[in-house]
């Protein structure tokens, strides 16, 4: 709907009740959580909506959904990974730092802090059944092909480029702060290295 006398021609939106709304958010963190929370569950609706000959995604004005929701910044989600939008706005909602954002309720920053430690332990619980469930794949393989010596020992060197890229990944969230130091020990430290059951069979005693 840009060109209309809410819209300029830069895409900014100027409507009274979307300004006011986005100011509302920058004066309660809860607020800015849940509008960024509603936008990403319609887009998923709207994706896996089940007439989607009628509610095509890709022809979906994103923008404008960003606006009607007050959002400050686009979500991250797989949905919009290529799509590579830019969200127009005033300057007073550009230079926003998130983490200055506060909450107005003691108990809704409780529950912000419960919600994320639920989503890293949920990531963390399956990057670890991932990890296990290569490892009894390369086992499963190994042993239905019946290798051994030089070749089972060549099988569980490419597994093991494949675990030292993985964690590789897992680094990268470290530094960006996305994982603790302890979370990160638990998918990559000692507990994996003194499990026997994830020993090579070469390496059992």
């Known amino acids: ?12 939106c100027h409507s009274p009740s979307v300004l006011r709304m986005r100011q509302e958010v920058l004066l309660d963190k809860a607020l800015y959580e849940t509008s960024m929370r509603a936008c990403m569950g319609y887009f998923r609706a709207y994706r896996e909506h089940i007439l989607d000959s009628i509610f095509r995604f890709r022809k979906l004005d994103f923008i404008d959904t960003f606006h009607s929701y007050a959002l400050i910044r686009v979500p991250i989600m797989p949905e919009l990974k290529m799509k590579r939008l830019r969200l127009p706005l005033q300057q007073e909602f550009r230079v926003i730092n998130l983490t200055q ?105």
Request: hydrophobic content about 25%; overall charge positive; cysteine-free.
């Open 101 to 205: 954002i506060p909450f107005k309720k003691e108990s809704e920053k409780k529950a912000s802090l419960e919600r994320k430690k639920l989503k890293v332990d949920r990531e963390q619980q399956r990057e670890e059944e991932k990890r296990s469930s290569l490892y009894e794949q390369k086992r499963r393989e190994i042993a239905e092909k019946r290798l051994r010596g030089k070749a089972a020992k060549r099988e569980w060197t490419e597994y093991e480029y494949e675990e030292l890229f993985q964690e590789e990944k897992l680094l990268k969230k470290l530094k960006r702060g996305k994982m603790t130091d302890e979370q990160f020990d638990r998918l990559t430290g000692t507990r994996f290295l003194l499990d026997p059951a994830r020993q090579r069979p070469d390496e059992k005693q």
């Open 1 to 12: 709907v840009h060109g209309t006398p809410h819209f300029d021609d830069a895409g900014l």
